[in-house]
């Protein structure tokens, strides 16, 4: 059975829009996992737009499986190393994005991303990269000694979603999880989806993981949210 990790920083921007307590992060994470849910990605972000830090600490203090999706950066790997997430995704982050808009740049950070995974693996804490699919990152992302690549599929969602022809990407991400698995490199698959993306991309047999969130935020408020996790995970177990 293929993974869904369910993001959710958006429940905690809707939260953040009155200043309030409403809706609780922490709350709709349980739900989540009650609705089948694998676990919860929350992203803490430089300019904590969403996601704060006590939010963190509460949810690892919980039993939820947590992966935590922070920039590459010192401050952001001392504060995954003292909360002490289950899973720890290294994402690009730009001050001003909207959301994230590629995969990391690995030849360029290379010594500074394999210092972070360094750390973060003799903690045992679970690490991935959030990369572009392309074969060049797979074999940085093995030099570095990861455990896990998170595959942005920000572009064939895009293609998917405005009905273009979206072989060509599909065939770098075949690729890109064949030699990831090759060696030895779990694969994952997250940004963009929804349900059609989801069902083509679970063909994908080396794909173990999906990690979605502002689909699935957004799905939940016409259908609930366990109704969107139970399509979800039809999708991704065809």
């Known amino acids: 059975m293929k993974r869904l990790g369910v993001n959710i920083d958006h429940v905690a921007t809707l939260r953040n829009a ?4 409403h809706p609780n992060p922490i709350i709709v994470a349980k739900e989540a996992i009650n609705f089948g849910a694998d676990s919860i990605t929350i992203h803490l972000r430089e300019d904590r737009r969403h996601i704060k830090d006590i939010d963190l600490k509460k949810l690892t203090n919980t039993k939820i499986p947590i992966n935590l999706e922070i920039a590459c950066d010192y401050k952001m790997m001392n504060i995954a190393l003292k909360n002490n997430p289950k899973f720890v995704c290294l994402v690009p982050e730009k001050r001003r994005e909207i959301t994230t808009e590629g995969g990391l740049n690995l030849d360029k ?3 500074k991303i394999k210092f972070i995974v360094n750390k973060l693996n003799e903690k045992k804490i679970r690490t991935s ?4 699919p392309t074969l060049k990152d797979i074999l940085y992302s093995k030099r570095i000694n990861t455990n896990c690549v998170e595959i942005h599929t920000g572009k064939i969602s895009n293609l998917i979603k405005r009905k ?3 072989s060509s990407e599909l065939k770098k991400i075949k690729k890109c999880a064949s030699y990831a698995n090759s060696l030895g490199i779990e694969v994952h698959a997250g940004h963009g989806m929804d349900y059609k993306t989801t069902r083509i991309l679970s063909k994908i047999t080396e794909i173990k ?3 979605i969130g502002h689909f699935i ?4 408020i016409s259908i609930g949210l366990k109704n969107v996790i139970k ?5 991704i177990n065809k």
């Open 18 to 21: 009155r200043g309030g307590l």
């Open 109 to 111: 950070y290379y010594k």
């Open 129 to 132: 990269l959030f990369i572009n």
């Open 164 to 166: 273009k022809n979206y």
């Open 209 to 211: 993981e999906f990690n």
């Open 217 to 220: 935020i957004g799905e939940a």
């Open 231 to 235: 399509k979800i995970k039809k999708s």
